[in-house]
C-alpha cells in the first residue's frame, strides 16, 4: 500500500494547531534538549539519615533562590526538600521558587527578616552592605583552587562567618557555591598580567573590582549587564568577565575569541533561614535544617563544578580559545595585585584576610 507525506502544514491543521506553533514549539524542545546534554548534572543522592521526631505540628517553608530552574543552585535545592521532608516524614513541606520568583536576593532577605519567606540562599556580595567582612569574597585569587574555598569556609572561619551573620533577623546555617568569574576578550589570549596593559574590561560597578583591573593595567568600564553584548560586538569595550555558564547563556563566544580560566574572584552562597520562623522550630527540626543545608551544599558544589567543566569544554568546542593558568601563572597575579589587599586590609579586617589566606593555603 503506499503512503503519501502529507506536508507539515497540512498536518498542523488536521491537528487542529497553526503551523507557527508546531514549529515554535519544535524549536523549543530542541533547544531544551540539547541544553540539556551540554549540561548533564550529578543525580540527586538517595536521602541519608533517620526520621526526625518534631513537637507533632507541621511546618510550611518557602525556600526562594534568585537564578533559574536549570541551575546548580535549584538542584540543591530539589535535594534540600527531598532531605527534609523526607526525614520530618512529611511534617516540614518544602515550596521552591527559582528566578527570583518572590524577589531579589536582597528582597528575599527583607523578606526573611519580616518573616514572610522562610529561607533564601543569596551571594554574598550583595550582602556586604549587611555584614562588611563579606567583602573579603570580592578580593582577587583569594581561592586558587575550589578546594581551597572548600577548607576555609567548610573549617573554623566559615563556621565564624555563619555564626556573625545569624544576626538582625536572620539565622545563617550552610554554604554554597555560585562559583568563579573569568576573563574573555578579542584581543590576545590572556596568561601574565602585561596581556591586560590598556584592554578596556567590563566589570560591575563593585570598588573592589574596579581595584583589581586597574591594578592589572586594563581599563576597567562600568557599564549595565543588559548593554553588555552589543558593546563586545562593537568593540566599545575589549573584554569582559563572568562565570563559564553566564558566558555560554550570553553567547559571548560568538564576539569574544579568547577565554582565559582565570578563576579570579569566588563568591558563596549563604543559606539563611528566617529568625522569626527558626524560632517556631522544635530543636529537633532546627538541626535537621542545619544538617540538610550542608548537604544542600556539598552536592550543589558537585553540580556547579561539574556543570562548568562541561560548558567550559563546549565553549572550547565552539572554536572559544581557552587558556587555563598554571599556579606559577596565578602566583603572578597574585603579586601584581597585593596592592588591593593592602588598600582593603582595614576595611575589611587584616586578621580575617590573614586567616582566610593561610587556611587556603594549607594542603
Same mark, same amino acid.
Request: glycine share 6%; charged share 20%; net charge negative.
Given at each position: ?28 524542545? &530542541? ?22 521526631? @518534631? ?29 527534609? %521532608? ?10 521552591? &521558587? ?5 524577589? $531579589? ?9 519580616? @518573616? ?14 549587611? &555584614? ?5 569574597? $570580592? ?15 567548610? @573549617? ?6 555563619? %555564626? ?32 591586560? %596593559? ?26 549595565? &549587564? ?34 582565559? %580560566? ?35 551544599? $556539598? ?65
Amino acid at each position: 500500500m503506499k503512503t503519501t507525506a502529507l506536508p507539515f502544514s497540512h498536518l498542523a491543521q488536521r491537528a487542529g494547531r497553526p503551523l507557527a506553533a508546531l514549529v515554535t514549539a519544535a524549536a523549543m524542545s &530542541f533547544t531544551a534538549v540539547a541544553a540539556h546534554a551540554a549540561t548533564e548534572m550529578p543525580p540527586i543522592p538517595e536521602v541519608q539519615g533517620d526520621v526526625v521526631e @518534631g513537637d507533632g505540628n507541621d511546618y510550611n517553608l518557602k525556600f526562594n533562590i534568585g537564578l533559574t530552574q536549570s541551575s546548580a543552585q535549584y538542584r540543591g535545592l530539589e535535594y534540600f526538600k527531598k532531605i527534609v %521532608e523526607a526525614r520530618s516524614d512529611g511534617h516540614i513541606t518544602v515550596e521552591m &521558587f527559582h528566578s527570583a520568583q518572590l524577589g $531579589d536576593d536582597l528582597q528575599s532577605v527583607s523578606a526573611l527578616q519580616a @518573616g514572610t519567606l522562610e529561607m533564601t540562599a543569596p551571594s554574598t556580595s550583595p550582602m556586604v552592605s549587611m &555584614f562588611p567582612q563579606f567583602a573579603v569574597f $570580592d578580593l582577587p585569587f583569594l581561592f586558587p583552587q575550589p578546594e581551597d574555598a572548600d577548607r576555609v569556609l567548610d @573549617g573554623e572561619i566559615g563556621q565564624q562567618m555563619l %555564626e556573625e551573620a545569624s544576626s538582625k533577623g536572620l539565622v545563617a546555617i550552610g554554604w554554597a557555591e555560585n562559583g568563579y568569574r573569568q576573563l574573555t576578550d578579542s584581543t590576545v589570549a590572556v596568561s601574565e598580567p602585561s596581556d591586560l %596593559e590598556g584592554l578596556k574590561i567590563r566589570t560591575m560597578q563593585n570598588p573592589i573590582h574596579l581595584d583589581i583591573w586597574r591594578t592589572l593595567g586594563a581599563n576597567p568600564t562600568p557599564m549595565s &549587564f543588559a548593554e553588555l553584548f552589543t558593546a563586545l560586538e562593537q568593540n566599545v569595550v575589549d573584554g569582559q568577565e563572568n562565570p563559564w555558564n553566564t558566558i555560554k547563556s550570553s553567547r559571548f563566544n560568538e564576539v569574544q575569541q579568547y577565554a582565559t %580560566e582565570t578563576n579570579h574572584v569566588y563568591t558563596p552562597f549563604i543559606t539563611l533561614v528566617s529568625e522569626r520562623f527558626w524560632n517556631r522550630l522544635p530543636e529537633s527540626y532546627q538541626g535537621l535544617l542545619r544538617e540538610a543545608a550542608g548537604d544542600m551544599g $556539598d552536592y550543589e558544589r558537585e553540580v556547579s563544578r561539574s556543570m562548568s567543566d562541561q560548558i567550559k569544554q563546549d565553549l572550547a568546542d565552539s572554536g572559544m580559545e581557552i587558556t587555563t593558568l598554571t599556579p606559577e601563572q596565578v602566583s603572578v597575579f597574585q603579586e601584581t595585585l597585593e596592592p588591593v589587599y593592602a588598600q582593603w586590609r582595614d576595611k575589611i579586617g587584616g586578621d580575617l584576610i590573614d586567616r582566610i589566606r593561610s587556611a587556603a593555603e594549607q594542603q
